[in-house]
């Protein structure tokens, strides 16, 4: 099975000389179909420079990605804007709905920016609507749903066009820890049942505990790796990720 992405030996640096700060500095790791991975570190580990160049907003100063084969730093024009927008999938940590529509125009607004057929949008539409449990809040506008309903509906957005990643950059960073779980929950049930290949960096253990393999990133180079073993539960996994992020200098109290 061939990995829907691979990074070899990526790296990104910021400045010249003495003053030269190495963002990233040689990383290299595959993420395979189906996976849930993530990505943990302190503030200014590298991580957030991973995903910015995974998602082609920064170009890296060497290295290469490569998205089901192809390498994406020879993409331009309307091959980037279709990576960007068909293949890949981006859920934020504030939401980045547009106020001014409902949460149907925002779940369905990449079906018309980037080309998906209306018999496609429609179909899954149905499907994740159903799945993340918000039929009922459609017709409302972002300033009329909870920071969990938003992310919900930006993590349908994210999944209507089906992409081959999915992208999560800090996804319960606004949220507490009941809408957390529930949004992990959902998006750990989606993965399972629909093999969505999911990418997610956050600093919450908690979070990260839904993954199946977690790489802990230090100073822009991979300090740790862990998997979620054969029949390991969820509060197991939890605890291991803690001793690493113990190393670290990080971690939370209790799984949730």
């Known amino acids: 099975m061939d990995p829907v992405l691979r990074i070899e030996s990526l790296k990104k640096y910021y400045g010249k000389?003495?003053?030269?700060?190495?963002?990233?500095?040689?990383?290299?790791?595959?993420?395979?179909?189906?996976?849930?991975?993530?990505?943990?570190?302190?503030s200014g580990s590298g991580k957030s420079t991973l995903l910015n160049c995974i998602a082609a907003v920064i170009k890296p100063t060497s290295g290469s990605i490569e998205m089901n084969g192809k390498d994406i730093g020879k993409l331009s024009g309307s091959k980037i804007a279709n990576y960007r927008g068909r293949e890949m999938g981006y859920l934020f940590q504030n939401f980045?709905?547009?106020?001014?529509?409902?949460?149907?125009?925002?779940?369905?607004?990449?079906?018309s920016l980037h080309g998906g057929s209306e018999k496609e949008g429609t179909e899954r539409f149905e499907r994740l609507t159903e799945y993340l449990e918000i039929k009922e809040i459609l017709n409302k506008f972002p300033t009329q749903m909870s920071g969990g309903e938003k992310q919900r509906i930006a993590a349908?957005?994210?999944?209507?066009?089906?992409?081959?990643?999915?992208?999560?950059?800090?996804?319960?960073?606004?949220?507490?820890?009941k809408n957390a779980k529930a949004l992990m929950t959902k998006l750990?049930?989606?993965?399972?049942?629909?093999?969505?290949t999911i990418l997610m960096v956050t600093?919450?253990?908690?979070?990260?505990?839904?993954?199946?393999?977690?790489?802990?990133?230090?100073?822009?180079?991979?300090?740790?790796?862990?998997?979620?073993?054969?029949?390991?539960?969820?509060?197991?996994?939890?605890?291991?990720?803690?001793?690493?992020?113990?190393?670290?200098?990080?971690?939370?109290?209790?799984?949730?």
């Open 96 to 111: 980045e709905l547009i106020d001014n529509l409902t949460g149907k125009e925002n779940i369905l607004l990449p079906v």
């Open 17 to 42: 000389g003495d003053s030269q700060t190495k963002a990233i500095d040689g990383i290299s790791f595959e993420v395979m179909p189906g996976e849930f991975l993530g990505i943990m570190g302190a």
């Open 188 to 196: 750990s049930g989606l993965n399972q049942d629909e093999e969505a």
């Open 156 to 177: 349908a957005r994210a999944l209507i066009l089906n992409p081959g990643l999915i992208l999560c950059d800090e996804p319960t960073g606004a949220l507490d820890s």
């Open 203 to 256: 600093h919450d253990s908690n979070a990260a505990s839904f993954c199946s393999r977690i790489m802990f990133i230090q100073d822009g180079t991979l300090f740790h790796e862990l998997r979620k073993e054969d029949g390991e539960n969820r509060e197991a996994f939890y605890d291991r990720i803690l001793k690493v992020l113990a190393q670290l200098g990080g971690g939370t109290a209790n799984v949730l």
